[in-house]
T-cell receptor
Framework: AQSVTQPDIHITVSEGASLELRCNYS??????LFWYVQSPGQGLQLLLK??????LVQGIKGFEAEFKRSQSSFNLRKPSVHWSDAAEYFC?????????????FGEGTQLTVNP | NAGVMQNPRHLVRRRGQEARLRCSPM?????VYWYRQLPEEGLKFMVY????????ESGMPKERFSAEFPKEGPSILRIQQVVRGDSAAYFC?????????????FGEGSRLTVL
């Protein structure tokens, strides 16, 4: 069974600083990997996804993530954080099995942005 | 092009009452997933349905919880005799097909509060 670990429960950065949110996964084959963002009281918005091919993927809002098979990681990065990026971020792993497109989520990383 | 629609957005119930949460998938999507998010936690898979079929209910509590996705109408998540521990956000997601990119499209959630 697949699993996802987000080691950082809470991260605080200053506006304009760079950001990296960590994600480690466990899955036997090549996974499908996702990053979602959730603002308070809202649903989940997809930031980016990795299925195959280029291991560096670009997403919306200036985010990118790099798939590193050797480290079982899919860390999310942004070169310069904006105050509006404050939210909770979830990494998820999926697999195409007979049971459909089921996603397993990490526990989330809460991002606070200081002015 | 409406996304995944969930209602009600907020629901308050007293212990022992029933809660019914509805989800209309995106147009053209025939696969529905329900996830639960407890306070300060990530999303946990509950159940995966296709029209008139429950495909995977391995994440559903054994008692009081049921789900359906009828031929016509929305998917319904039903919680009987609610308890305080059922207070959570319940998210519905849909996908267009069994084998695809693995991406799920999420609704904005239904937030259940049990008094």
């Amino acid at each position: 069974a697949q699993s996802v670990t987000q080691p950082d429960i809470h991260i605080t950065v200053s506006e304009g600083a760079s950001l990296e949110l960590r994600c480690n996964y466990s899955y036997g084959a090549t996974p499908y990997l996702f990053w979602y963002v959730q603002s308070p009281g809202q649903g989940l918005q997809l930031l980016l996804k990795y299925f195959s091919g280029d291991t560096l993927v670009q997403g919306i809002k200036g985010f990118e993530a790099e798939f590193k098979r050797s480290q079982s990681s899919f860390n999310l990065r942004k070169p310069s954080v904006h105050w509006s990026d404050a939210a909770e971020y979830f990494c998820a792993v999926g697999a195409q099995e007979t049971s459909g497109s089921r996603l397993t989520f990490g526990e989330g990383t809460q991002l606070t942005v200081n002015p | 092009n409406a996304g995944v629609m969930q209602n009600p957005r907020h629901l308050v119930r007293r212990r022992g009452q029933e809660a019914r949460l509805r989800c209309s998938p995106m147009k053209g999507h025939s696969h529905v997933y329900w996830y639960r998010q407890l306070p300060e936690e990530g999303l946990k898979f509950m159940v995966y349905l296709q029209k008139e079929n429950i495909i995977d209910e391995s994440g559903m509590p054994k008692e009081r919880f049921s789900a359906e996705f009828p031929k016509e109408g929305p998917s319904i998540l039903r919680i009987q005799q609610v308890v305080r521990g059922d207070s959570a956000a319940y998210f519905c997601a849909s996908s267009p097909r069994l084998v695809g990119t693995g991406e799920l499209f999420f609704g904005e959630g239904s937030r259940l509060t049990v008094l």
